[in-house]
């Protein structure tokens, strides 16, 4: 069964460094997204993309943050500048359709700033 | 802002019993309704969904019942196995955009 990969399954970094977490689609998704989720908060979602740009993006996605589809498999999140509370599972999700349609999630990855 | 709310935080039943498990909203735009289970360090992994223009959907031993006028949604799983001990996330989304709105999750425990 298709599924979403997501590299690498926990990340730890200092507090200012940039960090790029990694995904891999379902091949014949059209739709991404990136949800992130604090430990013991609700999943929330950062952004979504579609047709090699940002469909729609939350008030959390901020300058910090971006996203990119560097080839036609892989779809990243980069945070250029981490800090202490972007310490969070980060899951990627894809779809073939928006709205109506259920997202399937990757594994996730922890991110750890110290 | 919460527009998705499970106000239980927790649930435990017994095994063979029927799981209730219950998610409230807000927005009249969401269309259509998804529930997810998550297991610890793992994603979400989708359960079942419903779509507005419904008031039920059933997939083996489970169903989600919608009642739009309440703005309430429900997941019901009969029997209830050990293996369905996990946490519970109710999700909406409006039919223009692919955004999911979750709850803050169920614990949902099935003693043997």
Not at chain 2, 4 to 32: A, H, W
Request: glycine content about 6%.
């Amino acid at each position: 069964e298709p599924e979403v990969t997501q590299t690498p399954s926990h990340q730890v970094t200092q507090m200012g460094q940039e960090v790029i977490l990694r995904c891999v689609p379902i091949s014949n998704h059209l739709y991404f997204y990136w949800y992130r989720q604090i430990l013991g908060q609700k999943v929330e979602f950062l952004v979504s993309f579609y047709n090699n740009e940002i469909s729609e993006k939350s008030e959390i996605f901020d300058d910090q943050f971006s996203v990119e589809r560097p080839d036609g498999s892989n779809f990243t999140l980069k945070i250029r500048s981490t800090k202490l509370e972007d310490s969070a599972m980060y899951f990627c999700a894809s779809s073939r359709s928006l709205g109506g349609g259920e997202l399937f999630f990757g594994e996730g990855s922890r991110l750890t700033v110290l | 802002d919460q527009q998705v709310k499970q106000n239980s935080p927790s649930l435990s039943v017994q095994e063979g019993r029927i799981s209730i498990l219950n998610c409230d909203y807000t927005n009249s735009m969401f269309d259509y309704f998804l529930w997810y289970k998550k297991y610890p360090a793992e994603g979400p992994t989708f359960l079942i969904s419903i779509s507005s223009i419904k008031d039920k959907n059933e997939d083996g031993r489970f169903t989600v019942f919608l009642n739009k006028s309440a703005k309430h949604l429900s997941l019901h799983i009969v029997p209830s196995q050990p293996g369905d001990s996990a946490v519970y996330f109710c999700a909406a989304s409006a039919s223009n955009t692919g955004k999911l709105i979750f709850g803050q999750g169920t614990t949902l425990q099935v003693k043997p």
